[in-house]
């Protein structure tokens, strides 16, 4: 692949997490600018994250945000719900119920990472975590 001076194809970027340091290669065009952050994450069965937006990211009409789930080796993580991001273009809701991108609310909403079914109200903010207990990794764009 080569490094980043002499790749032409690709854009080579280190990122320095919590608790590791990531390289993230990301697609160069003229077009797209995709910023990435990564970090790797560990739970246990039992327990969760709460990814707490103060208000819904800002996005541009070709523009776009993520969180994807994948395993160490950069596989996307299989889950019962075939869900591997949230984002923008999901059905994310405000606790109440209301769409996060179909309204003009300004509101503070969550994202659950966790293994287990949530209660059915809050499915749509869901993005499932591996089954087994261990390291997992989620990338931000």
Not at 24 to 38: G, L, M, N, Q, T
Not at 46 to 75: H, Q
Request: hydrophobic share 30%.
């Amino acid at each position: 692949m080569g490094d980043a001076s002499t790749c032409s194809h690709w854009r080579v970027r280190q990122l320095r997490g919590a608790s590791c340091l990531c390289t993230v290669r990301v697609p160069c065009s003229d077009k797209a600018i995709c910023p990435v952050y990564a970090q790797e994450f560990s739970l246990e069965a039992n327990e969760s994250y709460t990814l707490r937006f103060s208000g819904k990211p800002p996005v541009t009409d070709i523009g776009f945000w993520s969180i994807t789930m994948y395993d160490l080796k950069g596989t996307l993580m299989p889950n019962s719900i075939n869900r591997y991001s949230l984002g923008d273009r999901s059905n994310l809701t405000y606790p109440d119920g209301t769409l996060v991108y179909d309204t003009d609310v300004e509101a503070p909403f969550d994202i659950e990472v966790q293994a287990y079914q949530p209660p059915a109200d809050w499915t749509s903010n869901w993005l499932p975590s591996p089954g087994t207990p261990g390291p997992f990794g989620m990338i931000r764009k």
